[in-house]
């Protein structure tokens, strides 16, 4: 399959990607969260229970992993990618190594990891990944982003997008403006749009054949501890509008990420852009936290309960793929006893 058709099969409707390539810092705070101790048996083992579920088949496209689980092998003797492709499924991999302070600028990040970067996505390649994320960070405060920070992000990601391609995988082009801070709707719209206009700009000139990508952005939202709140309608109707005036016409999809909306919130504003999309792009969802939350919940009470916590996986995976084709209402989110 060559990255065209691979980006298209990511973004294809009625699935979406999983996001699990938290990193081991990450993950320890994820399974503290649920008071479980982060060892490498207990990554291993939530994230199989994961890979092995029934949605996996019907719901999920494509599965991001870390570098640690793309290397591991199931309870079962069998290797994580080849599990992930035995349902139908794509292996990705995070490739970035973390948003690090940009010098120069307060509280920004920069992201790295461009050193070694072809090389490595040869051995990724040869242990069955077939695309990549590399993740952007932008927060707003009365001075950020600084035009500093969206620029050398963008540069970043582009370098790392034709790199992927180079390697014959699809890059996943994640800039993620962060809903910390009490700004407005508008306000995120507004730094979005520069944030997403600087990206294709950069990928432009970095020669990216934007057929072979898939954006992964923030929706469009006010910000955790903003006093106005945003319906349902507003949040869509300026998600679209923004990914309209700001996408090329060759980019095949969208793959959101949840960024700290809870899981229900997540799934009916992607419903809703799915119900008023007129544009010919597909909107899909690579939640990590939105997809799991429950999940993790699940797995910290009753481990040996593969049944139980695949169940209430599977229903998430189900109620978004839903979302992706605008089926989802309140009547299916109930539809399920735990
Ligand atoms: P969330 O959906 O939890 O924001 O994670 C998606 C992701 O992959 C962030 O890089």
């Given at each position: 399959m060559n990255i065209e058709e691979i980006a298209k099969l990511m973004v294809a409707k009625g699935k979406?990607?999983?996001?699990?390539?938290?990193s081991t810092g990450t993950m320890e705070k994820r399974l503290k969260s649920v008071n479980v101790e982060c060892t490498e048996k207990n990554?291993?083992?939530?994230?199989?229970?994961?890979?092995?579920?029934?949605?996996?088949?019907?719901?999920?496209?494509?599965?991001?992993?870390?570098?640690?689980?793309?290397?591991?092998?199931?309870?079962?003797?069998?290797?994580?990618?080849?599990?992930?492709?035995?349902?139908?499924?794509?292996?990705?991999?995070?490739?970035?190594?973390?948003?690090?302070?940009?010098?120069?600028?307060?509280?920004?990040?920069?992201?790295?990891?461009?050193?070694?970067?072809?090389?490595?996505?040869?051995?990724?390649?040869?242990?069955?990944?077939?695309?990549?994320?590399?993740?952007?960070?932008?927060?707003?405060?009365?001075?950020?982003?600084t035009e500093k920070c969206i620029k050398s992000n963008a540069h970043a990601l582009a370098r790392y997008a034709a790199i992927v391609q180079e390697a014959k995988m699809?890059?996943?082009?994640?800039?993620?403006?962060?809903?910390?801070?009490?700004?407005?709707?508008d306000k995120c719209y507004d730094v979005t749009s520069k944030i997403l206009a600087e990206c294709y700009k950069e990928l432009t000139i970095h020669s990216v054949n934007l057929k072979g990508t898939v954006l992964k952005p923030n929706m469009i939202l006010p910000g955790k501890n903003c006093k106005q709140k945003a319906s349902t309608e507003e949040i869509a109707?300026?998600?679209?509008?923004?990914?309209?005036?700001?996408?090329?016409?060759?980019?095949?999809?969208?793959?959101?990420?949840?960024?700290?909306?809870?899981?229900?919130?997540?799934?009916?504003?992607?419903?809703?852009?799915?119900?008023?999309?007129?544009?010919?792009?597909?909107?899909?969802?690579?939640?990590?936290?939105?997809?799991?939350?429950?999940?993790?919940?699940?797995?910290?009470?009753s481990m040996t309960d593969t049944a139980k916590i695949q169940k209430v996986f599977d229903h998430r995976a189900k109620m978004n793929s839903a979302s992706t084709e605008a089926k989802w209402d309140e009547k299916l989110e109930q539809n399920f006893a735990a």
């Open positions: 979406g990607i999983l996001a699990a390539d938290e990554r291993l083992h939530f994230r199989e229970t994961l890979f092995s579920s029934n949605s996996m088949k019907t719901s999920i496209s494509g599965v991001i992993l870390f570098d640690e689980t793309l290397r591991q092998t199931s309870s079962n003797g069998v290797p994580i990618p080849d599990l992930i492709k035995k349902s139908g499924s794509i292996p990705g991999i995070k490739v970035d190594k973390g948003a690090k302070p940009l010098a120069g600028s307060e509280q920004e990040k920069v992201t790295e990891g461009l050193d070694g970067l072809r090389e490595r996505m040869e051995e990724y390649y040869k242990l069955g990944a077939r695309f990549a994320k590399w993740r952007a960070v932008y927060s707003i405060s009365s001075k950020n982003p699809v890059p996943i082009v994640e800039p993620e403006l962060l809903m910390d801070g009490d700004h407005s709707i109707k300026k998600t679209l509008e923004c990914l309209k005036k700001n996408m090329p016409s060759e980019v095949p999809g969208v793959a959101f990420l949840s960024g700290g909306q809870s899981e229900v919130e997540a799934t009916k504003n992607l419903n809703e852009i799915n119900k008023i999309n007129d544009t010919s792009f597909n909107f899909t969802f690579s939640y990590g936290r939105a997809l799991q939350q429950s999940a993790l919940k699940t797995w910290a009470k």
